[in-house]
Structures are given as C-alpha cells and as structure tokens.
C-alpha cells in the first residue's frame, strides 16, 4: 500500500500568516492527491483535487501543487476558521490511503 | 444540494454484527463511486471500502477484508455497509462519502455525511 506521510503533524501559527503542509508519497502517485479539512467535531471538507484543482466554493487562498511522491498545500493567509486538521489522500492506486494528518493551533 | 445521511450506528458486543445504512439525495447516485471512511476517537481518517457506481466491484482495506462487506441498492439511492467479527478497534466514527467524478474515474471525496458511531464494547 502506498503511504502517505504529512510533515509538520503539528504546527502553531497566527491569522493572517501563509501557512505550507507536505505530504510525501511512498511511491510516484502523479497527480492523484486530495486535501481536506477537519474542523474540530466535524466532517471533512474536501479542498483539492488532482494536486492543484480547487474544489468550487472553497476560498482561494487555498492552494495546491506537487507531482509524483511530493506535495504541498499552501494557505497564503490563515483565517480563524482554517484552525483545523488536514489531510492528504492518494488516489493512484487501491487502497486509497490517508495520510496521518497536520493540525493546525492558534499562536 | 449533496446530502449523505449515515444510520445504524451504536454499542455492539466485540464478535457482534451491525448494518450500516447511507442515504443519499441531491445527485444522481446510481453514476457514482461510494466509500466507506471511519475515525477512531481523537485518531486520523482511515479509509474502508469502496464500491463501484454499478456495484460491480468492490474494495476493502485490508483491516477489515473479510468482516466487513459494502453493498448499494440504486433503486433505493442507499449504500450499506455490513460489519461482523467486530473488534474493539473497529470503534470509530463511520461516515459514508460520494467520490467526486462519475463512473470509473476515482479522484477525492467531495460530500461527506454527518458520521455514525460505532462502539465495540463488553
């Protein structure tokens, strides 16, 4: 199964600061790469697809990149709503695996 | 809009069976690809099972191949999820999400529903 590792797992940061989440593939997965956020006791929200696409309706300030095994998700400026967990999820290939998650604090 | 609504969650005795049951609204189910995601408590998103628009296939992780079975009635717009053998560890939230392009071609899951709790206890 290819595994997905995030890097931070945790970071602080304050409103307004551009904040960067990687997710590392185990093995080249092209562009087959989603983001979601979870906001504490809710259901995931999906951001990005296909490593870069925005999902419509979701603020522009987010935005995605990589190819192969490395991606990034970048929040050009955090808002009070964006403290929250996110996830990367592969979809190359069966299982369509998770990374273990990046939590975003208040500074 | 999308809705996914999840039933059938609640305290099961470990080696016990539970049905879950997703009720979809808002598009046209019988085009889409279905997951089943699950969340132990304070723990990350692991996926479950999948299965094909038409039902024609199906896909597990390996956690829970062989005890856990996925199914969709189209008719009914509703997929189900069936769970024997249940261990401690299967405890989680369960919630039932719509792959985001029709037919074959799978790429994020962009409708999710609230959640059911499962909890494998004595």
């Known amino acids: 199964a290819i595994q997905l590792t995030q890097s931070p797992p945790s970071l602080s940061a304050s409103v307004g600061d551009r904040v960067t989440i990687t997710c590392r593939a185990s093995?080249?997965?092209?562009?087959?790469l989603a983001w979601y956020r979870q906001k504490p006791g809710k259901t995931p929200k999906l951001l990005i697809y296909g490593a870069s696409s925005l999902e419509g309706g979701v603020p522009s300030r987010f935005s995605g990149s990589g190819s192969g095994t490395d991606f990034t998700l970048t929040i050009s400026s955090l808002q009070p709503e964006d403290f929250a967990t996110y996830y990367c999820q592969q979809f190359n290939s069966y299982p369509w695996t998770f990374g273990q998650g990046t939590k975003v604090e208040i500074k | 809009q999308m809705q996914l609504v999840e039933s059938g969650g609640g305290v099961v005795q470990p080696g016990g069976s539970l049905r879950l049951s997703c009720a979809a609204s808002g598009f046209t189910f019988s085009k889409y690809g279905m997951h089943w995601v699950r969340q132990a408590p304070g723990k990350g998103l692991e996926w479950v099972a999948f299965i094909r628009y038409d039902g024609s296939h199906k896909y597990y992780a390996d956690s829970v191949e062989g005890r856990f079975t996925i199914s969709r009635d189209n008719s009914k717009n509703t997929q189900y999820l069936q769970m024997s053998s249940l261990r401690a560890e299967d405890t989680a939230v369960y919630y039932c999400a719509k792959d985001r392009s029709y037919y074959d071609f799978l790429e994020a899951l962009d409708c999710w529903g609230q959640g059911t709790l499962v909890t494998v206890s004595s």
């Open positions: 093995q080249d997965i092209s562009s087959a």
